[in-house]
């Protein structure tokens, strides 16, 4: 079999054959295949598209390529949950204990963020003391003895992904939906649930803005999870303007708590139980979404969920005190408002400049080395169709620097829009494709 031989397959319109792929991603894992030809490959499979067969072999191949975690210890159907990703995601820090308190065994592999928050591990270490540095017998020893546990992601999880990713991203072949699918999708096989819910982002502050691209996106890799034998669902959620209200580790830990207390913003609330209610579901804890959905409301109500955040916050070396106790998370020192310039409807955020504005005041990373500052970050004092009068907060900001507080001062404001007339709203939930 010869590289130049696929190559000029897929270029001329043919179907790859799975033994085709795994050679391929195989040889070009071990360095055995120079990047300049899997580069060809893939700018025709840019062009050429692949077939269902072909896009389930290739996520395969690359689930296959390194460590595929073993999660038989655990006891139940495990269910994992993955974002597509946008500003003020915190979702897997309410949701997860939420669905643990219900019975839902909670095993996830989550990662630092590169961009303008930090990831769920950056989030959580939030709490002086949490490691998510566990072994393997460990990280299934707390899912047994508590229902969650989130540990790193190891670096031989998926590694063609990593590199096949990396080459994507400076040839312009990124942009292809069964690549962008089987990226993500080779990572969750991997990890090793038996069920995966996604929670696919549209909107200025999604990685696909229009609505048509993310129900695409969703419906390709639902296909890929049942083909490859694993109950999959796929929620798209609106991301056109930041989720909740706070953007910013500490305090999306903070807001986060808050939910877990019945006092979360109704936006964020509706994505727990949409997701959650799926993921119950899934894991055969509910026969319904709405069965699945009392069972959760009654987790909040009854303070359990608050309880098994605690627990798994404890268990992994974290100062369980905050969970109870908020106000000692870290603290920004600045906390200036954003005046609204007018008076009128707030009818539009540019939902990925308010991303920028963390990243400024230190909320993320613009490189993998950089330090991010968990006390920083913004919180809206107004979402998209409120009335804000003039001189009226639209948001606080949270900063240890005078001069990058006044940056992100600046930048909110230009993304924000006053109109005299409120904006039509939309459906946060945009769909589910199961």
Not at 250 to 274: M, Q, R, S, W, Y
Not at 275 to 282: R, T, W
Not at 323 to 335: C, S
Not at 373 to 392: N, Q, T
């Amino acid at each position: 079999m010869r590289m130049y031989d696929i190559i000029m397959k897929k270029r001329n319109g043919g179907e790859l054959s799975r033994e085709e792929i795994d050679y391929f991603i195989k040889g070009y894992t071990k360095g055995e295949i120079p990047d300049y030809q899997v580069s060809a490959l893939m700018m025709a499979i840019y062009f050429r598209k692949m077939t269902e067969a072909e896009t389930l072999a290739l996520t395969m191949a690359m689930a296959h390529s390194g460590d595929f975690l073993d999660l038989s210890g655990i006891h139940g159907v495990k269910v994992d949950k993955h974002s597509t990703g946008g500003v003020g995601d915190k979702t897997s820090l309410a949701l997860t204990p939420m669905v643990a308190a219900c019975g839902i065994p909670v095993a996830k592999m989550s990662g630092r963020g590169l961009g303008h928050t930090g990831g769920t591990i950056d989030k959580l270490e939030s709490f002086p003391g949490f490691t998510t540095a566990l072994t393997t017998e460990q990280f299934i020893e707390n899912v047994n003895s508590i229902g969650i546990a989130i540990m790193g992601q190891t670096a031989d999880l998926a590694p063609a992904d990593k590199k096949l990713y990396a080459l994507r991203d400076v040839t312009a072949t990124v942009d292809n939906l069964s690549l962008i699918a089987s990226s993500i999708m080779s990572k969750k096989l991997a990890a090793g649930a038996d069920a995966i819910v996604l929670d696919v982002k549209t909107g200025s502050g999604a990685f696909m803005k229009q609505e048509c691209d993310a129900r695409a996106l969703a419906e390709e890799m639902v296909k890929i999870g049942k083909n490859a034998g694993r109950k999959t669902v796929a929620v798209i959620s609106d991301m056109d303007q930041p989720l909740g209200f706070a953007v910013g580790n500490a305090l999306e830990v903070k807001e986060a708590i808050e939910t877990l207390k019945g006092n979360g913003p109704k936006d964020f609330v509706e994505l727990c139980l949409t997701l959650g209610s799926q993921m119950l579901v899934a894991g055969g804890k509910a026969k319904d979404s709405e069965e699945a959905k009392k069972a959760l409301d009654a987790v909040i109500a009854d303070g359990s969920a608050l309880k098994k955040l605690a627990e798994f916050v404890a268990a992994q070396g974290g100062d369980v005190d905050v969970v109870y106790h908020p106000e000692k998370l870290p603290r920004a020192t600045i906390i200036c408002p954003v005046p609204a310039p007018s008076s009128g409807y707030l009818s539009h955020i540019v939902c990925d400049e308010v991303g920028i504005c963390s990243l400024i005041l230190g909320g993320g990373r613009e490189t993998k080395e950089s330090e991010i500052d968990l006390s920083v970050g913004l919180v809206l004092c107004k979402k998209v169709g409120d009335y804000v009068a003039a001189g009226e907060p639209l948001a606080k900001i949270y900063a240890n620097d005078e001069r990058k507080a006044a940056e992100a001062k600046k930048r909110y404001l230009a993304a924000c829009t006053i109109t005299d007339k409120a904006p039509e709203q939309s459906p946060f939930i945009k769909g589910i494709i199961c």
